[in-house]
């Protein structure tokens, strides 16, 4: 599913009207409650989402992919953190990319969503170039083109217990920063604070119960081990 900045969503807000005014009446004649497109992807106006973002991207303006709705996402980790394993983290779960308008080949911000054992080395820094970093109590590592964040998620009902063995971790990958050699301290903590704040979307929807990512991002340099 493709979506856009403000320019494209102006664009393209007349025909979503005449969608749901159908949409509408069509429920009305049926009976059937009126439809909803539920996902995590939208990045407000005058937001700090969008303000990073734009900053992140270098762009004015920016199309989003949506790679799966609100339920694909808690179905698909709720099901890998049933079936995780001792030593391994699970397939990540994609969720949004954000490309800069005009584009640029493959230049995009990506955003994916796993867990990974407490125990495994997986959790261990392995980032080229990498800075460790604490946010809240979140954890990870950030260099020039990717930030991988680890979080306590303390799952409800029967996913309470396997929950309490992993952490949840996000993964976002910058490729248009691939090749540059100005990327700062302040772009990772840039890049850094819109992981988190793209993670706080997976926990509320997930229903972490210790709410982890609930404070505004804070990021500080972790002491190396």
Request: glycine letters at 8%; aromatic letters at 6%.
């Amino acid at each position: 599913m493709l979506t856009s900045g403000r320019k494209g969503l102006e664009a393209s807000a007349r025909g979503t009207t005449v969608l749901l005014a159908a949409l509408v009446l069509a429920s009305c004649a049926s009976g059937e409650p009126e439809a909803k497109i539920e996902h995590l992807c939208n990045v407000a106006d005058a937001s700090e989402e969008e303000a990073l973002l734009r900053g992140i991207l270098r762009a004015d303006d920016y199309t989003t992919d949506i790679n799966n709705r609100t339920s694909r996402v808690v179905e698909g980790l709720e099901r890998n953190l049933r079936d995780i394993g001792p030593a391994k983290e699970t397939l990540s779960t994609s969720m949004c990319a954000y490309k800069p308008t005009p584009r640029a080949g493959s230049d995009r911000a990506r955003f994916e969503f796993g867990w990974v054992p407490r125990t495994s080395k997986d959790a261990e820094p392995l980032l080229s170039g990498g800075g460790r970093f604490d946010a809240n109590g979140a954890f990870g590592e950030s260099n020039y083109f990717q930030t991988r964040l680890f979080v306590r998620c303390d799952m409800p009902g029967d996913l309470a217990e396997p929950s309490k063995a992993a952490w949840l971790y996000a993964r976002a990958s910058y490729s248009f920063n691939i090749g540059r050699t100005d990327i700062d301290q302040a772009a990772k903590d840039r890049q850094t604070a819109l992981a988190y704040l793209m993670a706080r979307r997976v926990t509320d929807a997930l229903g972490c119960e210790n709410k982890p990512l609930e404070k505004p991002p804070v990021v500080k340099p972790a002491p190396t081990p």
